[in-house]
């Protein structure tokens, strides 16, 4: 996970990039050509974390994001259009953006920086740009567990199958290659 990968893969690329806040994306996603889009996951997880260690104040976060994934959920159910998408989401999801946004920054004030919420705060305010991207086209997702589950994938069979083997490089560039073209 070095920064000069994905300097050289989006080198000649345009659109939408889905990412997590891994600071290596940060150079070639700054090309006006491309939109970067954040993951809701990442940033949901790192609330969950927070609560789970006990900081009852995260769980608010949770359930404003749920209703986000309740909207993506209900769209996917009843087969909706790029446009009823987009449309659906500007009516609902914007109005919940804003408020999950109003109230991380009234509690940035208070959560300690080196807290759970404050970092999972600290995240979400850093790469809210990002996370509210999804909004611009339909055809996005609201997050990129899709992608993380088929990387997941390609690691796991690295590891068991060709970790010992003198071959692992290659045979990982060549999965990673039909997992991205899949």
Not at 41 to 70: C, M, P, S
């Amino acid at each position: 996970r070095s920064k000069e990968g994905p300097l050289e893969f989006f080198r000649n690329y345009e659109g939408y990039v889905q990412a997590d806040g891994y600071s290596a994306y940060d150079q070639p996603t700054a090309k006006p050509e491309i939109v970067r889009v954040g993951c809701m996951a990442h940033a949901r997880r790192k609330f969950v974390e927070a609560f789970d260690n006990g900081d009852q104040r995260a769980e608010e976060f949770i359930l404003l994001i749920g209703t986000l994934y309740l909207l993506e959920k209900m769209c996917k159910d009843e087969n909706k259009s790029r446009e009823e998408i987009y449309a659906l989401r500007q009516e609902h999801a914007t109005p919940v953006l804003t408020n999950i946004k109003a109230k991380m920054q009234a509690l940035q004030r208070e959560a300690l920086p080196g807290s759970d919420l404050g970092k999972a705060i600290t995240y979400a305010m850093n790469e809210w740009k990002y996370l509210c991207n999804y909004l611009l086209d339909g055809n996005l997702d609201i997050d990129n567990n899709i992608a993380e589950r088929c990387i997941k994938e390609v690691v796991i069979v690295t590891t068991t199958r060709f970790a010992r083997s003198l071959s692992a490089g290659p045979m990982l560039l060549l999965s990673m290659r039909l997992s991205s073209i899949l």
